[in-house]
């Protein structure tokens, strides 16, 4: 027992073992450089510092992005000076215009750090060839040689020296997920026998959604460190999206019992307890599938189907809720049928991913589509860049010269990437690092005798730094590469080494003029204040949720026209991508310091929000043309109306007053309810007539299922929302 | 009451005037900004970094004139 405890004891932490990794390749990398007697060793080191990440897959993917970038911006860099070899105005329009694209992509992008790398590399090496509008052949070579250096020695180290292969993280994520989704759905499923109320669970809601991102990220990382996940990375592809459909029809399912659950679905609709049954054995049958290597059972296709005597007794309301419920557990049936198949595929490497071409499609939209945020981030960077070139040029004797032009590209396209990070934070935080390096570079350097002591010092100072930053800020964040990469800039080691007061003391005056810019171009064109742009976020979804209730009336011709469909795909666009915008600031705010509302009030507007968000989505798809083929024109006319007023309440919430008068709404929400209860009954005749208008006719019961929600939600948020003050929540605040 | 420029010596090192003005002009921006966040007075300036750096700068070059000698 003793000696268990005792090796215990001995073994090292992860953290310990990343930084012990880190630190043996930036004393290898300088000194094969040194040894070989290259010029700036730095970028070496530099690229070491950014490949470190929290596993070998991330590792290897930020090498190959790192290397692929720096080759893109150096072809870049050429054909820029080839067009403008002697308009200084000329040259920094197209260097803008090149770091603009690369920041605008970088956003939304899977490859983000290949966007990094070609926004500043190209100024990288505009500042080493002096700014002289030249980008000379050797310079590149030489920063593409002695980046693969760094790439390939700490790609090495990362391989050999206790690997952190992600392969065990991508089958604990997947195994997880399937894990939360059966216990998420057993816990629906066993309120729908028990006939007990269902109410949303945001909190179950959310874990299910990280969890989704993290199998995604795992998919992602063990792609590039393991064998096995590359040769089959097409089928976990396809995996990690099925399993996210299946979180989202999950999402729904839950939504619509907490209408219909009360009301005894198995009563209505038939073959419930079969299909429960079902679906269990289909979850467990996956989870067998990934974790113990066996193929599942496949699965039969299953439609469970309304009684339309019993239905016929129910209300509106309820037929309506009924409805919804009904399509979400047919929708639930067709995603964990995909998900079976997707798992099988994994085992025999099958290509039923050929029948979902459109997987990617929301991705490309995203990446394309205008998005403010991004363009506000765009212009941070641009006014950054100029405001350090302009002080260059005009400012005699500037500090710093073209290095802050430089090292400004690169902090403000880190940040456009975390706009949350709190800059003043980061910026004490550098600047008490590279004080604390102040005795190493002027006590300790000038008497080391040669590489072996320097070497010892090297490792031993990136070992603390490292250890003690991921400790405090994680692996991954931006103060812990800024606090690994300032010193190395001041040591500047290489074969010439001297010291320096002057340089030691405009190094730090460099980082003090860089975060002053930095504060400056941070809240051009809008405030980058979390709180802001969280309720900015909130505004956006509620009009663009807004803008695509109205546009289910918009008139046939209309619907064809360019501009309409660009209009239509943005607020697509800016629905989907809502909860990770929200959730984004979100993690911005203090949240020991949230003002105007409570921390449970916000974390209830942002439940709502996202249930709003996924019933206008389902709204949005539901097909108008089967539902105009039987409803009759009373009630498309009630549907109309009821367009208008939730559009207009939604447009009121986000703060667009639109010359309506608040008590005349009030008296429109309270009508909105009364708007959706149409008779149904004589649809319902109707729904036996021919299949398409039985198709029709649960198209209208599914909208009216959809409207019953919405109302639900809005009347909630309507209330939540009066009792906030959203004005205090917004106040700018120094510190 | 102006003083003559001349290095700082805190436990015998030696300090230049500058930095010491400075540090004590960002020490009394830091403070006059938590008091300003303290009664809700942030919310009247439009861009709060750029409010800290110009109450630093000023502080520095008061400090500096007033105290230090720079």
């Not at chain 1, 930036?26 to 970028?43: C, D, H, Q, R, T």
């Not at chain 1, 992509?105 to 590399?121: A, D, E």
Request: proline share 2%; glycine share 6%.
């Amino acid at each position: 027992m003793v000696k268990i405890q005792s090796e215990k004891a001995l073994q090292l932490s992860r953290n310990a073992k990343e930084s012990f990794k880190l630190a043996t390749a930036l004393v290898s990398v300088y000194a094969i450089a040194m040894g070989f007697n290259w010029e700036k060793p730095f970028w070496a080191g530099f690229a070491v510092i950014v490949c470190s990440q929290a596993n070998l897959g991330q590792s290897l993917n930020r090498a190959i992005l790192w290397i692929l970038g720096t080759l893109f911006a150096l072809l870049g860099g050429w054909f820029i000076v080839a067009l403008f070899p002697q308009d200084r105005w000329l040259f920094m329009i197209a260097l803008s215009l090149w770091v603009a694209s690369c920041v605008y992509f970088l956003q939304r992008s899977r490859y983000q750090y290949f966007w990094i790398t070609c926004g500043y590399v190209i100024l990288l090496l505009w500042d080493a060839t002096g700014g002289d509008l030249s980008i000379s052949y050797e310079e590149g070579i030489l920063r593409v040689q002695e980046s693969l250096l760094g790439i390939v020695v700490y790609g090495l180290i990362a391989v050999l020296v206790w690997p952190n292969c992600s392969r065990g993280e991508l089958d604990k994520v997947s195994t997880e997920l399937l894990e939360k989704q059966r216990l998420f759905a057993e816990s629906c499923f066993n309120r729908i026998q028990k006939q007990e109320k269902v109410e949303v669970r945001p909190d179950k809601r959310v874990e299910l959604l990280k969890t989704d991102t993290r199998l995604r990220t795992a998919i992602d990382d063990a792609s590039s460190d393991s064998y096995e996940i590359w040769e089959c990375r097409k089928q976990w592809n396809h995996f990690g999206y099925r399993a996210e459909a299946v979180t989202q029809s999950l999402l729904k399912l839950e939504e619509s019992l907490a209408l219909s659950s009360e009301l005894g679905v198995s009563k209505y609709l038939s073959g419930v307890s079969e299909y429960i049954e079902d679906v269990q054995h289909r979850f467990a049958q996956v989870k067998l599938a990934i974790s113990g290597g066996e193929l599942a059972d496949t699965a039969g296709e299953r439609n469970v189907q309304g009684d339309v005597e019993k239905i016929k007794e129910l209300s509106t309301f309820q037929t309506a809720a009924l409805a919804i419920t009904r399509r979400s557990l047919n929708d639930l049936e067709v995603e964990t049928r995909s998900l079976i198949d997707s798992a099988n595929d994994i085992r025999r490497m099958g290509r039923s991913y050929l029948n979902f071409s459109d997987e990617g499609g929301a991705y490309w939209l995203g990446l394309l589509m205008p998005d403010p945020d991004r363009l506000g981030n765009v212009v941070r960077v641009l006014v950054g860049i100029w405001i350090a070139y302009l002080a260059y040029l005009f400012v005699p004797g500037m500090i710093g010269g073209l290095l802050v032009v430089l090292l400004i590209t690169v902090i403000a396209i880190i940040a456009s990437v975390s706009p949350q990070i709190r800059l003043f934070e980061t910026c004490i935080y550098t600047i008490l690092v590279c004080l604390m390096s102040a005795p190493l570079y002027f006590f300790v350097m000038p008497k080391l005798q040669g590489f072996y002591s320097l070497g010892l010092m090297i490792f031993v100072w990136t070992f603390i730094v490292c250890y003690f930053a991921n400790r405090a800020f994680g692996a991954q964040s931006m103060i812990r590469t800024l606090v690994l990469i300032f010193p190395q800039i001041i040591f500047n080691f290489n074969d010439y080494q001297t010291y320096s007061f002057v340089v030691y003391t405009n190094y730090i005056f460099v980082l003090a003029i860089i975060f002053c810019i930095l504060a400056v171009s941070r809240n051009i064109p809008f405030t980058s204040h979390p709180e802001r742009n969280f309720k900015k976020n909130v505004n956006r979804l509620l009009n663009s949720s807004a803008c695509l209730i109205l546009q289910g009336d918009i008139p046939e011709a209309k619907r064809h026209s360019m501009l309409y469909r660009l209009y239509i795909l943005y607020h697509i666009n800016v629905v989907f991508i809502a909860y990770k915008c929200i959730l984004y600031w979100m993690d911005g705010i203090d949240k020991s310091r949230i003002k105007g509302m409570s921390r449970y009030q916000m974390d209830r507007v942002i439940s709502l929000l996202m249930l709003i968000a996924n019933q206008v989505k389902i709204l949005y798809r539901i097909d108008k043309s089967k539902m105009n083929f039987v409803a009759p024109k009373r009630m498309l006319r009630e549907a109309f109306i009821w367009r208008c007023l939730a559009g207009k309440i939604l447009f009121y919430l986000s703060g667009k007053k639109r010359e309506v008068h608040i008590d005349s709404l009030r008296r429109g929400y309270r009508r909105i309810f009364h708007r959706a209860n149409v008779d149904v009954n004589e649809l319902m005749e109707m729904g036996g007539y021919s299949e398409k208008s039985r198709e029709g006719v649960s198209n209208f019961l599914y909208f009216l299922g959809v409207t019953h929600c919405i109302n639900n939600y809005l009347a909630e948020l309507f209330h939540l929302s009066e009792s906030l003050d959203w004005e205090r929540f917004c106040e700018e605040r120094f510190l | 009451m102006e003083k003559i420029p001349h290095d700082v010596s805190v436990g015998g090192f030696y300090l230049s005037p500058i930095l010491v003005s400075g540090l004590l002009g960002v020490l009394a921006a830091l403070l006059t900004a938590r008091l300003l966040d303290r009664f809700r007075l942030s919310r009247y300036f439009a861009n709060p970094p750029v409010v800290i750096i110009s109450l630093s700068v000023i502080y520095s070059v008061f400090f500096g004139v007033v105290f230090v000698g720079i």
